[in-house]
């Protein structure tokens, strides 16, 4: 079994099995599936599984958020799914739900450019190096110039023909019909010959300077139109010469409409986009710039900065530079600010651990570890974060630092701000000034708030690692006082129907990862010490407690099902931690009616945590019981 199989099989089951994926991608750090019922999938249960940093529900999208380890985890959930790469199942859609207008434009976008962001942001590397290269003053005609030039720029040369690929996917046409559509787009001399062309049937014919090499929309466009060609050829055309019928026709008609109708209206509408961001730019630098820096995390974090890149890459693409996403491009340093004030501050072993990990991700580019992880959780950093982001975006954008390439992320990106033709690095200058003021900002800031605690909850993972989508969770482990354990009949706690640890809800209860025990739904709003016992944990929101027994039971006690988000409201504590208490006594009072009302179960489970150093545990075969009957055995 490979080492992601259990993990992309647990997945994939709750999500609602293969049978509900109707597509499934991935982007640097989520698996991005389109699911025919969200409904089906089990959003609480994956949060909290391990190898899972958290889930997001945006832009038509269920997102799982997976780390910098996920295409190895989407191969996985490939094979075991028998899912098509980036595509759909081979299934009948007819009951997708498709989404409001602009969740489906946000999927469309997506879909097209998600597949070969890696290579795209490679190629703008080396676009970026060469430019670099000429910069410093080496020749055109240097073979290790012409080398380099070739290298990044091939892929932006034949655009097209790889957005063909990821559009035919999309629109469900036949692939090798979409390339072929888009080789006869990117045929070389077509726009010399055409412009030598008066007229094509009587018909002028305008094609853009250059032909349709770099283009974006044009294609989008002209596959779209094509796929409709097609489904209605597959309807009309007899079996016997559809294999060659279909494609002909497709062709035949697809081509020459995107030459007179499709592609100049494509590129007109590119150029409008690039004319109205640059008047909003114009009119105010400032404005533009702020608001989009500050904005740009939250927007990524719900897929919808999707609205925004390819209009990035159409700019470029048209213009050779553009200036779109500039105030967006040093938002991960303000992570790296923010993660290293907390790595120095945090007092908590587990954030200090894996605080680092995720400042080192976010030098690179890659923030979801960071956000997901630590600052979003915490609130305060990730605040922090998109202000200082924001203020970056004003500099960046009065200074009017220009791209000219889709480069990579973090450090990756300074060579795509060379200007190639001049080989000016005023850009690069500025964006490295702006990473400066992103970086110690942020960390200053941090430096002189407080930093927020993260707990681990009794609701995190089987690891015990927090649970960064859970604002509240994780406290420390119940840690057993007695170096030897012995047989002891445990209390119960509270008064209540009796119901089976299985059939608890939450599955980290029932599925027994917490340990063996069994579950009351109170009908008094008052829990009792089950047995004498020292108090190891209780919460900050007194919605639950970690005892230790005289005779060595580790025994946690959680009053209802999420009700830390509560945080304490109608729960009172009488004891505190590191107390002795004596069986029997008050531990506990809670509003049984106010927590009911807003909509909280309190199913109530009764774990024991140190279950391994048993050999056997039984629980009480009665359907209800008082505080003090006889709850739990414990057997060594």
Known sequence: MAK??????????????????????????????????????????????????????AGGQYQVVIGNHVPDVYDEVLKVGGLADGGS??????????GSLFDRFIDV????????????????????????????????????YVVMNTLGD?????????????????????????????????????????????????????????????????IILAIFVASKIEQFMRKVTPDVVKMFVVPFVTILITVPLTFFVVGPVANTASSWIGIAFQAVYDFSPIIYGFALGALWQV??????HWGLVPLAIMDMAQNGSSIILTAAVLPCFTQTGVLAAIWLKTKEPKVKQGAMPAL???????????????????????????????????????????????????IFLYPAYI???????????????????????????????????????????????????????????????????????????????????????????????????????????EITAPADAEVKILFPTKHAIGLVTEDGTELLIHIGMNTVELEGNHFTAYINQGDKVKAGQKLISFDTEAIRAEGYSLLTPVIVTNSNDYSDIQTTQSKEVTANDNLIEVVK
């Open 4 to 57: 992601y199989t259990e993990l992309a099989q647990d997945i994939l089951a709750h999500v609602g099995g293969k049978e509900n994926v109707s597509s499934v991608k991935h982007c640097v750090t989520r698996l991005r599936f389109h699911l025919k019922d969200e409904s089906k999938a089990d959003t609480d249960y994956l949060q909290k599984r391990d190898g899972v940093v958290t889930v997001v529900k």
């Open 89 to 98: 199942l081979d299934i009948d859609e007819g009951d997708e739900k498709k």
């Open 109 to 144: 976008i997506s879909s097209l450019f998600q597949p070969f962001l890696g290579p795209l942001a490679a190629a703008g590397i080396l676009k970026g190096i060469t430019a670099l290269l000429a910069a410093t003053g080496m020749e055109a005609t240097n073979g290790i």
């Open 154 to 218: 091939g892929l932006f040369q034949y655009l097209p023909m790889i957005l063909a690929v990821t559009a035919a996917k999309k629109f469900k046409m036949n692939t090798y019909t979409a390339l072929a559509i888009a080789g006869a787009m990117v045929y070389p001399g077509l726009a010399e010959s055409v412009a030598e062309a008066s007229k094509v049937f009587g018909l002028t014919l305008t094609l853009p300077a250059g032909g349709y090499f770099n283009s974006v929309l044009p």
């Open 299 to 304: 927007l990524v974090m719900f897929g919808l």
């Open 360 to 410: 080192i991700s976010s030098i690179f580019g890659v923030t979801e570890p960071a956000i997901y992880g630590y600052t979003l959780p915490m609130k305060t950093p990730f605040i922090v974060s998109c202000l200082v982001s924001g203020f970056v975006g004003i500099y960046l954008s009065i200074f009017n630092v220009t791209g000219y390439a889709m480069g990579g992320m973090g």
């Open 419 to 525: 200007d190639p033709a001049t080989g000016s690095f005023h850009s690069v200058i500025h964006l490295a000034i702006g990473t400066v003021i992103a970086i110690v900002a942020s960390f200053i800031i941090m430096m002189l708030l407080k930093v927020p605690t993260l707990y681990t909850t009794v609701d995190s993972p089987v690891d015990g690692q927090a649970t960064p989508a859970t604002p509240a969770a994780p406290a420390p482990e119940v840690k057993t006082v007695s170096a030897s354990v012995k047989d002891e009949t445990v209390k119960s706690p509270v008064t209540g129907q009796v119901v089976a640890l299985a059939d608890v809800e939450d599955k980290v209860f029932s599925s027994g990862a917490m340990g063996k025990g069994i579950a009351v739904e109170p009908a008094i709003g």
